[in-house]
């Protein structure tokens, strides 16, 4: 299929297309089953995670599904704590502040939560007409809602831990790697086509703290999920990407900030993005212009999985949408 090839670099007139968060809050059919389930409810109820995961493709015909669940979930393989508010994001009952509370945190294992995850992508796997796409939350990004305890913006604590407390830092970092692994695991022998990597948060470090304090545990994932095509993306990581390619996944993805051109010239291999998601919140005209525009650039790199810089907004019209699929299959 289209998506897998692009994956492993071949390069199409007319991309595969997908949206990062493509089943979430703008959907009246998502809104409406909200309604009677609990976020989390949905993630570790098969059968519901199936049905969301679903709703995207019956809808819109994206050419990719991505596996209707959270970055949080391994947290329960871990014996964390937490929940996801209600426009706030993953909340952890006890932040963690040093050593000793990561020797606390149980060593991953499968609990209940994470057999569903699995059970809900093998039931993916009989009904869905394209590929599915597993994810995982990598460890930096998972780190810091464990440190900071709830979403935040400059990652004052995570930066102080990991600055601060190397020991502890290099023992969390091994402990969410062995979890990343193993969840990925779950997804992948449950028939996962591609795996994405979620490291929203790592824009925040410098080369040399990515280097240091992030690099050599993304490479031990990336070398431990080879059976599969993987997509790796962040947010802010312009000043990264070429780091980010070296820690070994097939397909970078990037934000909206840097164009399409020079994000290739970066990673110099497939690229997947990066349509700005408040564009979709513009007149049809400028939606059409700004994805011809995306079009043009990709026409003078290599291989392309158009996508939105980050996850769609919940507000965005269901016709924006229409008119982006449109647009992007002309
Ligand atoms: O892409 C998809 O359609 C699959 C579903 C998906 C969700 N979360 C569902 C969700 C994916 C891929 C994620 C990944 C995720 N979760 C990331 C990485 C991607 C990114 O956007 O950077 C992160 C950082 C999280 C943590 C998280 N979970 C946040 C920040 C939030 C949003 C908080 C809010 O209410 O605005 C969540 C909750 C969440 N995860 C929702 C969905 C659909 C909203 C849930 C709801 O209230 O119905």
Redesign the pocket.
């Known amino acids: 299929m289209k998506f897998l090839e692009v994956c492993k670099g071949k390069k199409f007139d007319v991309p595969p297309v997908w949206?990062?968060?493509?089943?979430?809050?703008y959907m009246p059919e998502?809104?409406e089953l909200?309604k009677k389930h609990g976020?989390l409810e949905?993630?570790t109820t098969p059968e519901l995670a199936k049905e969301?995961?679903l709703m995207?493709i019956r809808r819109f015909g994206f050419d990719a599904a991505?596996?209707?669940?959270?970055?949080?979930i391994p947290y329960y393989g871990l014996g964390v704590k937490f929940e996801?508010?209600?426009?706030?994001?993953?909340v952890v009952e006890d932040p963690i502040r040093d050593l000793e509370d990561i020797k606390k945190m149980d060593d991953f294992s499968v609990v209940r939560e994470i057999e569903s995850v699995a059970e809900a992508v093998k039931l993916l796997k009989k009904e869905l007409p394209v590929p599915l796409i597993g994810?995982v939350?990598a460890p930096f990004?998972l780190a810091a809602?464990l440190i900071e305890g709830k979403?935040s913006r400059d990652f004052k604590k995570t930066k102080a831990f990991m600055f601060k407390n190397p020991e502890a830092w290099n023992a969390l970092m091994d402990k969410l790697t062995d979890a990343t692994i193993k969840y990925a695991k779950e997804q992948i022998d449950s028939g996962a086509d591609v795996m994405?990597v979620?490291d929203?948060?790592v824009g925040g470090l410098n080369e040399r703290s990515y280097k240091e304090y992030v690099a050599p545990w993304m490479k031990r994932i990336f070398s431990s999920i080879k059976e599969l095509p993987s997509i790796h993306?962040?947010?802010n990581t312009s000043h990264l990407l070429h780091l980010m390619k070296d820690v070994g996944a097939d397909v970078t993805g990037v934000d909206w900030r840097i164009s399409l051109r020079e994000a290739y010239h970066r990673v110099k291999s497939p690229i997947q993005g990066n349509l700005d998601p408040a564009i979709l919140f513009g007149t049809k005209e400028v939606i059409e212009r700004e994805v011809q525009a995306i079009k043009e650039e990709a026409s003078e790199i290599g291989a392309h999985i158009f996508n939105l810089g980050?996850?769609?907004l919940?507000e965005t019209p269901i016709e924006s949408v229409e008119i982006l699929l449109r647009a992007v299959r002309s």
């Open positions: 949206l990062m968060r493509q089943a979430g809050r998502y809104r909200r976020m949905l993630c969301v995961t995207p991505i596996l209707f669940s959270d970055i949080t996801i508010k209600e426009g706030v994001g993953p994810f939350g990004t809602y979403p994405q979620f929203s948060w993306f962040g947010t980050h996850g769609i919940p």
